[in-house]
């Protein structure tokens, strides 16, 4: 593991705070929360990844139902990203409000959602992975891939 001595203690270096930031979404993503937040134990200080960790450790605690401890972190998440970047971090808040029992809270929350109009909200919408990991390892992403 590479770190660097930062003063106070030691932070890790970015590429593997990704790396494991795309492995804990890639644990969610499959439906292993408690992998997932093994994997964001793991990183200390997320620095500028903060906004990114607080997301997938509170959509992970939704995961495991653990609603009231899921809302600190997506609260967080909902006042780092910036709008309209923070639609995810909102959604998964309203929905761990309701499910708390603080229905008010959450219809406040839901009212923050900057949906398009062309967007059925009666139907269940689609949410895309932040991280792009190649299939093949260790291959770079061409600029005809993107």
Do not use: W
């Not at 970015?14 to 408690?34: C, D, F, H, M």
């Not at 895309?128 to 005809?144: E, Y």
């Amino acid at each position: 593991m590479s770190t660097e001595d930062a003063g106070s203690g030691k932070v890790l270096n970015p590429q593997i705070i990704v790396r494991r930031l795309a492995a804990a979404e890639g644990y969610l993503e499959i439906g292993l929360p408690n992998y997932a937040i093994a994997e964001l134990n793991t990183v200390p200080d997320a620095g500028p990844f903060a906004p990114i960790a607080e997301l997938f450790r509170g959509e992970a605690l939704q995961a495991q139902e653990k609603y009231a401890d899921a809302i600190e972190p997506l609260n967080r998440a909902a006042q780092m990203f910036p709008a309209p970047f923070n639609q995810r971090a909102l959604l998964a808040l309203s929905n761990c409000y309701r499910h708390d029992g603080q229905i008010k809270l959450a219809d406040e929350t839901a009212a923050a959602l900057e949906m398009p109009d062309d967007v059925d909200t009666n139907g269940k919408l689609v949410i895309l992975p932040i991280f792009h990991v190649s299939k093949a390892a260790g291959q770079r992403i061409s600029k005809d891939q993107n």
